[in-house]
């Protein structure tokens, strides 16, 4: 599976020179960034010691949904272990969650925040699962470069693994399910039910492939009721 690592506003080249190194030590090679362009300042390339082609090659995009525009899978870092609206997954929990979407995804994404304040409610909104470090400390921090490094490396086995075959679908199935339960949900007049929206928005992200394609089978037949 190919695996893109996207900052989000990074305002410091440092951070940027330090997070290109761990991508390159850990064997990822694709870096997008939204709304910077602090990469193009020579302190990211002398932090990015042996990490060039990395920074010459990073793509720009003024929003996080342009970023993410194809891409299968989205996961979000994030310090709020228990984010409304997701599943939040630890580091090492990432990598057999990874390992079942790759049989049936060929690109995710790995979602950093700013250096100040991360991401906003409505960019976590786009991702399909949550992820942060745990720490112990009062006053937990990691700086990106670092932030980078622990999920670099705790997902450095995926790399190893051989690339199965993709089969490529029209639409990302797990979108494409988000928006037809929450269709449905309007149609049965329950949208309103917070409880059961926030569900249905927590556990999509962890379906597997059969479980999406059941379920997807499912709201079928259930439209088709509807309609008739």
Not at 15 to 34: L, P, W, Y
Not at 162 to 179: G, M, S, Y
Request: hydrophobic fraction near 45%; glycine fraction near 4%; proline fraction near 4%.
């Amino acid at each position: 599976m190919r695996l893109s690592i996207v900052l989000v506003s990074p305002a410091r080249a440092e951070n940027i020179g330090a997070a290109a190194r761990a991508m390159k030590t850990m064997g990822f090679t694709e870096m997008r960034i939204v709304d910077s362009q602090a990469h193009l300042e020579p302190a990211a390339k002398w932090v990015a010691h042996g990490s060039g082609e990395i920074l010459e090659n990073i793509q720009t995009f003024p929003t996080l949904a342009d970023a993410l525009h194809d891409v299968d899978f989205t996961i979000a870092t994030t310090a709020r272990s228990r984010a409304r609206f997701h599943y939040y997954a630890t580091p090492q929990e990432l990598v057999p969650i990874l390992q079942e979407k790759s049989q049936w995804m060929g690109h995710a994404a790995l979602v950093f925040g700013r250096e100040d304040s991360g991401l906003t409610n409505d960019e976590l909104a786009l991702a399909d699962i949550l992820t942060g470090v745990p720490m112990v400390a009062d006053y937990p921090s990691l700086n990106l470069g670092q932030a980078v490094m622990v999920f670099c490396y705790q997902l450095s086995a995926l790399t190893q693994m051989p690339t199965p075959p993709v089969v490529e679908d029209n639409e990302n199935q797990l979108k494409a399910l988000r928006a037809r339960a929450m269709s449905l949900l309007t149609q049965l007049q329950v949208a309103d039910d917070v409880k059961l929206a926030d569900w249905l928005q927590q556990r999509i992200g962890l379906l597997g492939q059969r479980d999406t394609a059941m379920l997807h089978r499912l709201l079928h037949d259930i439209e088709k009721n509807i309609a008739d």
